[in-house]
């Protein structure tokens, strides 16, 4: 039977320690719930900790690469999606997750979150960043969570996952 | 030779009557200049408006359906490109345009104007949504630009397209 | 209203003279139809040899490139699709086709020619390989057609086109 | 560390008994060397028999679906990607899979073995049928391996996996 899979998305080089810290910890939470994690697993920035993270934890983890090969693959992923679709490979991430954490913002970050919000996933933003909360509270009043927190990410997904079933 | 393409990207369905009016200005624009339209190539909204505003002007029109068919098509689209990939095709309209000019905001427009500046593409926002400037602007401060009115995006684009060659 | 499209698929690096010819002449002939060519629209090969036909006779040519960007695009491509999906576009490729010609054999083309199929496309071989014309044919009788030559395959086409009507 | 997947393809609807119990056999095979198991993830045909085989031997499962949900996913499947690509998705399974086994024939299979083998991934046919086996050998001699018996497949598996390390 399907598992839950709970999609960690954020940015790559780009991602801040900050960012990177809350990644590895909401990797650890997703995996001590029994849940999947799938990011877009390459072996940098938020995909490569929160991998990580879940990995300390005995977690499973996808990663969703944009590539037709292995190369860039975090060594924490298990199971690696060779798509060799780019950035289109977003719009997978969001599908293939039942509940979509942003840990951070970015370009691709924004990409995933209004393709999660089309699609009709909730969306748990990570962030402190009142701007991208504005943006995306405005556009989706609806299925837009605001978390201050990995924990209060978690707690977060519990609500969305309980209310889904 | 590959001729110039300038994508517009809105709403479908949820488009306003002036985002549709600014949109056909848009398209009329478009061709006049003797560049091609691209459009999510729908029936409905500002793809159906900016393709008819192209038509009158005597345009060629490209449309990049999301679907493997084309019964959902605009009677103003000259090419229908059949992708069957969904929502993904917002990767390729904006990688296939010289220029986006995003026409009024939503989740799918919003997804085009990040995986657009995810690729270093310009954008023109056309919108007098301060949220939405304000978003986009913060995250890609050197590629996106704010028109007030058709005229003015179609003077953007001149200078964007001067400026790549 | 939407033109008519007509996809000639084929080898790219790989081509033979005698193929290229073909895709010359078929590229030509469709131009002269008034319909529109769509190839994969790189710069060598099949795709290369058919839309250099078509701008001979002045036809307007489509060209799905694999690639984000339009290094490797054909000379002779008015529009160029950047897709960024690599292979995946050769469904693209067979979608956006009324009738899609096979000019020749490859693995690309093989993959072409049964999406097509899949897709209830009908599919023209142009080729004498007797090997591929048992495989297709045993495939899909009724969507399989064979063509001894360029003018062959224009008539075909012509049939196809008036039944789908 | 990324887990070796082997990609078990064949048809849906259309798929015979014969090639049912084949894929269940293979399936459970795959499980029994500590391999994943990849298929293209819905409720019928190869697909569904090889993760059900799978599962009975506690293997893991991963479906890559054409669809945006999951209302058509095999009960068999641990981890659903829903891609919505529709038949684009053919490239995904065969990339993300380390050996392609291609249990029976049918379009959507031709399209996978041509994009296996355009992507340097060896393929391995379970299927008695000359004509496939020889269009195939014929187009790529040295990555084609024809095999008997699920058994045959998962010791040709060996081979190949000991090749590529």
Known sequence: ??????????????????????????????????????????NVGVMDAASKGAKAANGLTIGILPTAHYESVSEAVDIAIATDIGNARNNINVLSSDV??????????????ALALKNQKSVILLTSDRISQTFF?????????IANNPDDAIALTK????KSV
Do not use: Y
Not at 159 to 162: K, N, Q, S, T, Y
């Open 1 to 42: 039977m399907r598992k839950i899979v709970i999609g960690v998305m954020g940015a790559g080089e780009q991602a801040t320690d900050e960012e990177k810290d809350n990644a590895r910890q909401l990797g650890q939470l997703i995996a001590l719930q029994g849940w999947v994690l799938l990011t877009g697993g390459r």
């Open 100 to 113: 979509v954490i942003a840990c951070g913002m970015g370009l691709g970050t924004a990409s995933e979150i």
């Open 137 to 145: 509270s405005h556009l989706s009043p609806q299925q837009v969570f």
């Open 159 to 162: 609500e969305i996952l309980a």
